[in-house]
């Protein structure tokens, strides 16, 4: 029988197959769900986070992807000051594609006896606190597949530049390595701050994030209707990789 790693990664990247001009080469990490810091989280996030054994009682493993935006899209946004149409798109697209993801993964486990269940790429979140009960970023970096950076987001090998999806099943494999040191220039060298300077909101500076500052400007009240996401703090040094 396949194992059941090769079987995951293999059907990530058949989805991904049809799309290679939007997303490069996904990363895929593995957590425990019995990892210790899985009980840290509600306190380290100041929020309730969920524990994968609440979502999935018998929940052994947190798998989690990143799927990379494409150079070709990263190269549309980098040296840019605001949102480019390329961005939103694939930002619409990575939410198609990581929902598709994590339905493909849930039917084809299932008949291997595997349970599973996944949070949605956008989850239900708490539109006055704006967060969520399940961290795909917080899954990641516990998952071994990044860092964060300055920019308060997950920074992989390939980058910053992507979307994240996760789903909790009952079979255990074994966890990915965490990486030692940190993907971010600015943590490992002190040399930079592209992605405060680039941000067009205020919201993020050297210090702090500001997360209904960023929100009110991704809803639209500077971004044309058409257009979601904004991609400025992602298309720094290291949007497409790690250091
Ligand atoms: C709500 C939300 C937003 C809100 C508020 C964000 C916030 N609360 O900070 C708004 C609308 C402002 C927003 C903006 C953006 N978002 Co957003 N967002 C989310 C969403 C849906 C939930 C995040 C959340 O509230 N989590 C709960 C909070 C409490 O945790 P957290 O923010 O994830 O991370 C905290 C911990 O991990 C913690 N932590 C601190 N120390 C440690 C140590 C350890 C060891 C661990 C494990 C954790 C940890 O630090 C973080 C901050 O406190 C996630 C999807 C998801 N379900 O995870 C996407 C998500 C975080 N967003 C994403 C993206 C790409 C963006 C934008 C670039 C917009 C865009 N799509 O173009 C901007 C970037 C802003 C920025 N610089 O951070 C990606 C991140 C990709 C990446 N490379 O990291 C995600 C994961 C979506 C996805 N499916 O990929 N977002
Ligand atoms: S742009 Fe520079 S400082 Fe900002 S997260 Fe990326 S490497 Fe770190
Ligand atoms: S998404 Fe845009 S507005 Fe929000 S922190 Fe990043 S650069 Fe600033």
Redesign the pocket.
């Known amino acids: 029988m396949e194992a059941i790693e090769i079987r995951i990664e293999r059907i990530i990247k058949e989805i991904l197959l049809p799309h290679q001009d939007f997303f490069r080469e996904p990363i895929i990490g593995y957590a425990a769900a019995n990892d210790p ?1 899985y009980d840290k ?1 509600s306190q ?2 100041q ?1 309730k986070h969920y524990h994968p054994r609440e979502i999935l009682p018998h929940a052994q493993t947190v798998v989690v992807y990143f799927i990379p935006h494409s150079l070709a899209v990263i190269r549309k946004i980098k040296g840019r000051q605001k949102i480019v149409k390329e961005w939103s798109e694939n ?1 619409t697209l990575a939410n198609r594609v ?1 929902s598709e993801i994590g339905e493909q993964l849930k039917l084809d486990l299932q008949t291997y006896g595997v349970e599973s269940a996944t ?1 949605p ?3 239900n ?1 708490d539109t006055i606190e ?3 009960s ?5 899954s990641a ?2 998952a071994g597949i990044g860092t ?1 950076g300055l ?4 920074i992989t090998r390939s980058g ?1 530049a ?4 996760s789903i909790i099943i009952d079979a255990t494999i074994r966890p990915t390595e965490r990486p030692t040191q940190s993907y971010c220039l600015y943590y490992k060298t002190g040399q930079c701050k592209v992605c405060v300077e680039k941000c067009p909101s205020g919201a ?1 500076l050297e210090q702090s ?1 500001d ?1 209904f500052r ?2 009110a400007y ?1 809803d639209g009240k500077n971004i044309h209707e058409l257009q979601q ?3 400025m ?2 298309s720094g040094p290291c949007a497409s990789k790690g250091f």
């Open positions: 810091l989280l380290i996030l929020a930002y990581l949070e790429p956008i989850g979140y704006l967060t969520t399940w961290s795909h970023k917080a970096v516990i964060f920019n308060h987001l997950v910053t992507g979307r994240f999806g993020l994030f997360r960023c929100n991704l996401g904004c991609g703090c992602s």
